[in-house]
């Protein structure tokens, strides 16, 4: 059915609905949003898609990350830290809202080397990010192999691994029970979700904006595009750019199997119930959500060369998902000129940002416009770039 005829019907079945914000996308981005919006007299509905739609949170790592990010943007860098130190705080009022534990664990994290020249790949590396956040606390140190192995004692550890980096502010958390915990919260704050919901068209008049979804029309002086790739369509409709792109990541997951990583990973971790996930791909496939043989083996064979013992087990389950990824990889938050009261946030990294999206940049965005603070992320950095695409 074309989207036209699709508004048409869903206006006659369910009318306008009205409130004072409305945000397009209900994963962890939006929920987080909508959930830092609370409190403040406000009605808020969030527009949800179906569970067909492309969803981060599903295929998400779960970690909170702060090693890596940030490269040629200390502004990333100070954030993503930022977010880092506010989780803790962030997760345990979640879960005592909603009694869904996060199952966090922020012990630090671990990103592996291979071989010598990727030892020295990631010295020149870390050097060059520590020169560039010369403001940050954060420390990112490089262990040689021994240093490894006295960090994980009785850990067979693979012939070929040299080292490894190791953030202390680094962790993980459950990415799924963060988003029913969002999504719980939401409601005990009064805010609507609409599930099953697309929206398929954003217009703007008279100081108030309209979208036409799937299950009806809704309105609002305030809106906040944050459906991650689903918004690359909307954005130009109110005069924001379009910038956004899939990667494809592909993961894997072994049985249960006994304790023996206490440690994040950026490739390897085991998650609280004893699984192991392996990953992940970078790939340029569209919005392919595809697994490959071929892929998956490359992974196995990298873990396998880290932890020798992982041979021996099973493999489960395999799954890809697409990364929302901006011209250089960083947040983008942008403000319309054009429609005044329409945002767009998107970035990649919606677990580990979630704490401070909740706590920073909520308030913000309703505070309006958003101040010098997040004036690194918006568009403007795009400018030179051929592919920009504004709406007049």
Not at 203 to 219: I, K, L, N, P
Request: aromatic residues 6%; charged residues 20%; glycine residues 10%.
């Amino acid at each position: 059915m074309a989207p036209a005829r699709r508004v048409a019907q869903a206006f006659q079945m369910h009318g306008v609905r009205t409130s004072d914000v409305l945000i397009v996308g209900g994963g962890v981005v939006g929920a987080s949003l909508a959930y830092g919006m609370r409190g403040r007299g406000l009605r808020i509905d969030v527009l949800d898609g179906g569970d067909g739609d492309i969803r981060a949170a599903r295929a998400n790592f779960g970690l909170v990350w702060v090693q890596s990010k940030g490269h040629d943007m200390p502004a990333y860098a100070r954030w993503t830290r930022e977010s880092a130190e506010l989780w803790a705080g962030f997760a345990e009022e979640l879960a005592e809202a909603t009694a869904t534990p996060l199952r966090l664990r922020q012990t630090g994290g671990l990103s592996w080397c291979l071989g010598e020249a990727e030892f020295e790949a990631r010295r020149a590396e870390l050097l060059r990010w520590h020169n560039q956040r010369a403001d940050d606390g954060a420390e990112v140190v490089l262990l040689e192999r021994s240093d490894v192995e006295r960090l994980l004692p009785g850990v067979r550890l693979g012939a070929d691994v040299t080292g490894a980096s190791f953030c202390a502010s680094d962790g993980e958390c459950d990415p799924l029970a963060l988003l029913k915990a969002l999504h719980l919260a939401m409601a005990r704050e009064g805010i609507t979700l609409h599930r099953e919901t697309k929206a398929l068209a954003v217009t703007h008049r008279g100081g108030v904006f309209r979208v036409d979804a799937e299950r009806g029309a809704y309105e609002a002086p305030r809106l906040v595009l944050a459906a991650g790739l689903g918004s690359a369509a909307l954005a130009p409709m109110v005069g924001l750019p379009s910038l956004l792109r899939p990667e494809r990541g592909q993961i894997l997951v072994t049985e249960r199997i006994a304790p023996f990583l206490p440690f994040a990973g950026d490739t390897i971790r085991q998650t609280a119930d004893g699984t192991v996930m392996i990953g992940a791909t970078h790939e340029d496939v569209g919005l392919d959500l595809g697994v490959t043989e071929e892929a998956g083996a490359a992974l196995a064979r990298h873990a396998v060369a880290v932890f020798p013992g992982l041979a021996k087990a099973r493999m489960v389950r395999t799954w890809a998902g697409l990364r929302v990824l901006t011209p250089d990889g960083n947040p983008l938050y942008a403000e319309s000129v054009s429609c005044p009261g329409a945002a767009l946030v998107t970035c990649h990294s919606g677990v580990t940002l979630a704490a401070a999206h909740t706590l920073r940049l909520a308030p913000a965005l309703l505070a309006g416009p958003i101040d010098e603070a997040f004036a690194a992320f918006g568009p403007s950095r795009f400018a030179s770039q051929a592919h920009v695409s504004q709406a007049a």
